[in-house]
Antibody, heavy 123, light 110 residues
């Protein structure tokens, strides 16, 4: 059974770079229809899509975060990573990684989620 | 790009049916964009309940169903149970290789 697990610092200083990793276990990171996504949720607020990566390295980013986000994948380690630069308090959130199944144009779903990791931006 | 609008809250009594709407605010993405729906209990990760507009993943109760009419997708929960009380989010392709979540709907079981 596919499982995802986020890891990374729980506290990041303003203006620094937030770095998280998602480890994939119980399945392949390189299957043809499996993309891998990052989603975040500020305290008390809704879900926000950050970006998605294909195992080949193709990336798709939220327009509102694109200038600060980098998502990468390491298939040998079965993990993918998120970097968000120049963070502010507004980036404080629970960050989730998820498998993003994109079957065809306009048909997608996040079907397996990690448990989430809280990241606080504060000095 | 488009956005998805959901009601902030809905409520219903046990045994009743409720419907949560998800309205696309832009019509430029075509008719092929299908919505997925997620249930989130407090402090937990979201769970996929519906994909491709109306399909249920294995293990999801058949009390949950999805539909679409024009630019509005809907999630219907029949035979409401206390355990259904949660936040629900829709999600869809938003154009230009991007994806968007609705603002979320809090379901209260009275």
């Amino acid at each position: 059974q596919l499982q995802l697990q986020e890891s990374g610092p729980g506290l990041v200083k303003p203006s620094e770079t937030l770095s998280l990793t998602c480890a994939v276990s119980g399945g392949s990171i390189s299957s043809s229809s499996s993309y891998w996504g990052w989603i975040r949720q500020p305290p008390g607020k809704g879900l926000e899509w950050i970006g998605t990566i294909y195992y080949s390295g193709s990336t798709y980013y939220s327009p509102s975060l694109k200038s600060r986000v980098t998502i990468s994948v390491d298939t040998s380690k079965k993990q993918f990573s998120l970097k968000l630069s120049s963070v502010t308090a507004a980036d404080t959130a629970v960050y989730y990684c998820a498998r993003h199944v994109i079957a065809a144009a306009g048909s997608d779903a996040f079907d397996v989620w990690g448990q989430g990791t809280m990241v606080t931006v504060s000095s | 790009q488009s956005a998805l609008t959901q009601p902030a809250s809905v409520s219903g009594s046990p045994g009743q049916s409720i419907t949560i709407s998800c309205t696309r605010t832009s019509s430029d993405v075509g008719s092929y964009n299908l919505v997925s729906w997620y249930q989130q209990h407090p402090g937990k990760a979201p769970k996929l309940m519906i994909y491709e507009g109306s399909k249920r993943p294995s293990g999801v109760s058949n009390r949950f169903s999805g539909s679409k009419s024009g630019n509005t997708a809907s999630l219907t929960i029949s035979g409401l149970q206390a355990e259904d009380e949660a936040d629900y989010y829709c999600c869809s392709y938003a154009g230009s290789s991007t994806f968007v979540f609705g603002g979320g709907t809090k379901l209260t079981v009275l």
